[in-house]
């Protein structure tokens, strides 16, 4: 069965009232849709920590520059409704951009902090219209509990301030990043990628490993991370950033020891833009 859709904010509240009033826990997943099984394992973790869980799904304009792919992103709502029913997700929130968006909007939420550097040197709009979005939604239905992936581990860490800042009192739950069986992190964008270039892919998880295996050995971290870009750029990805950071403030690494350390990395293969991450 498909879950039930709510299309406004004012219908969201209504039904997240209803199962407040029965006492019940509220977890929201919120995602861009085209889900694949990345997005439900964030699913499946909010049902095991909480009643009811509300799957958001809007394409966010703001949070695409002006030459990204927002008009080509994919959209699957079908598909999307009939992956959510079958894991028994109760309620789709999703809205038009007008409804998040009202005309002659003026207000946004701009996070300093961790959405500085990396991803921000090459996508300058991103975590304002990302910090934004998930503001609006947080306070639409204030869940008990709000799950985000390791795969975007920068804005993972962005959402994180933003509540602690806005003191809003939602709990914020990391999953684990999703994989194919060759590595590549599950992301909808890896639709974009032509059967060869999605042969090549997986090198960036491969190549992160090998760096992260070869720092907690003790190799020396500024060569490690060249041999990783030497290592994609000479199989043709165009390398936006490797680097090696602290894990809870994003701040640079000199060396391993220095932290507990995140390996990030992002490039593009061909025309689409891949972004990965692990422990170290
Ligand atoms: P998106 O629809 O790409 O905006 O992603 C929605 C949520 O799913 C975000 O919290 C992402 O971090 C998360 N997500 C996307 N891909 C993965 C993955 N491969 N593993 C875990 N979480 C993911």
Redesign the pocket.
Known sequence: MHPDIATSIANLRDRIDSWRAADETIAL????????S??L??VELAAERCDRVVVSIFVNPTQFGPEEDFSRYPRRPEADLEALGRVGVPLVFAPSAEEMYPAGYATTVKVAGPSEGLESDFRPYFFEGVATVVSKLLISCFPDEA??????YQ??LVVRRLVSDLRLPTRIVA?????EADGL????RNAYLSAEERRRAPLIYSSLQGAADALRAGAPAASTVNDVQERLSEAGFRVDYISLRHSETLQPLAELSDGPARLLAAAWLGGTRLIDNIAV
């Open positions: 997943v919120p995602t861009m849709g085209a889900l694949h990345g997005h394992q964030l799950v985000f992936g390791e795969k975007d804005q993972l999953a684990p990043t999703a994989r992190a599950l992301s909808s």
